[in-house]
């Protein structure tokens, strides 16, 4: 039993049974055992690989992506580009050596920022954007950054953010529990609360006994504030994670240790649990904050900003298990059978700014 494991096990024993999103918070962010404070989780020698760690293609793309937000929205300047939970940094160092040869004057002049509550995260960023010769600034949340037009991303963020579970009991749904069983084994249990009925999906009326919907308040409070802060001083977001395009019923809270799905209960503190991203709710709240919004698989959008044309530049230099490389790259981030339907791209503009890939405002 993990040391974690023990402690939740003592906590629910002294307290009682607790919500699900309670759960996923201790094993993802408890200070002392959290999985993202304790262990690295990302590459090959983690639990699993993220885009920006499979090829510069993905942060080279991106850039070009908020290069042009940023001249449609009027070159703003004294500019913010920020990342929220930023991984190994990998991302932003792909960024700031394509926005510097995009635009010298962009990349002197931003004021970049690292948004990230894990200070072992930090420390790692902290040496991947070691040579940079650009200002880097490290936050623990989006509240302490300069008062002025965000650019802002956010590549596998929402997954991680803890949601509840309602599960069908009777004519009615009640608040999924992480609770002990006879032997003092956690499982899980429906508990005494409720949901409002609004925030359940349409087709929750026809789901049978014991189905699972999905509501995350902690996901839309924190898209809200993004959105409030693009709404106020301009900027754009593009957010990037597995998730769908229209909400359902289902259970997809997932653990996921050494590249390996295990069960969400087994060994709290050193499995990453995720769970798949509500698109619509977060659309829904960047539109009632006055902003546009674009949704898009994530193979279309990085078709649309040209991955088959970089990764032809980079291939004509390489040789041939290089371009098998990088083949077997833009397969994986925009291929239908790897990430480029799974994964989805949520971007957030001022209202009537239109920019590649996107048209017009879904």
């Given at each position: ?5 023990t ?11 607790l ?36 090829s510069?293609?993905?942060?080279e ?14 070159r ?10 930023p ?24 004021a ?13 960023q ?11 600034r ?24 803890p ?15 992480v609770g ?23 087709d929750?009326?026809?789901a ?24 106020r ?6 957010f990037?994670?597995?998730?769908h395009?229209?909400p ?35 659309a ?27 990764a ?5 230099d ?10 077997g ?17 949520l ?16």
């Open positions: 039993m993990t040391r974690l494991k402690r939740i096990v003592d906590l629910i024993e002294a307290l009682g049974p919500p699900v999103n309670e759960y996923m918070a201790l094993c993802l962010f408890d200070p002392a055992d959290g999985y993202y404070t304790t262990r690295e989780p990302f590459g090959a020698a983690g639990d699993f690989v993220t885009a920006p760690e499979i510069q293609m993905f942060g793309l991106v850039a070009v992506w908020f290069y042009q937000a940023w001249a449609a929205i009027g703003p300047m004294p500019v913010t580009i920020a990342e929220i939970g991984g190994r940094g990998t991302l932003m160092k792909d960024m700031l050596r394509t926005l510097s040869r995009l635009d010298p004057d962009l990349a002197n002049g931003a970049f920022a690292m948004i990230e509550t894990s200070p072992r995260l930090a420390e790692t902290k040496q991947t954007l070691g040579a940079t010769p650009f200002a880097v490290w936050h623990e949340t989006i509240e302490t950054l300069p008062d002025q037009p965000l650019l802002i991303v956010g590549n596998e963020l929402f997954d991680a953010v949601i509840r579970q309602f599960v069908r009991a009777g004519a009615s749904w009640r608040e999924r529990m002990l069983d006879d032997q003092n084994v956690l499982c899980f249990f429906a508990g005494a609360g409720s949901v409002d009925p609004t925030l359940l999906p349409v929750a009326a026809e049978p006994q014991g189905a699972i919907v999905e509501v995350a308040p902690a996901r839309t409070a924190l898209m809200a504030a993004i959105a409030e802060r693009i709404a001083n301009s900027g754009a977001g593009l990037l994670d597995y998730g395009l229209r359902g019923v289902g259970d997809t809270l997932q653990a996921l240790r050494k590249h390996n799905h295990e069960d969400v209960l087994a060994n709290p503190g050193e499995a990453d649990l995720t769970s798949h991203v509500d698109f619509a709710a977060l829904a709240v960047a539109r009632a904050h006055g902003l546009d919004v674009h949704l898009s698989t994530q193979g279309n959008f990085l078709l649309g900003m040209g991955i088959l044309e970089r032809g530049r980079l291939g004509a390489a040789g041939q298990a290089g371009r098998d490389k990088i083949t790259d833009v397969e994986r981030l925009a291929g239908p059978q790897a990430m480029g339907d799974l994964f989805k791209v971007a957030v503009l001022p209202r009537g700014v239109t920019i590649r890939p996107f048209a017009t405002a879904d």
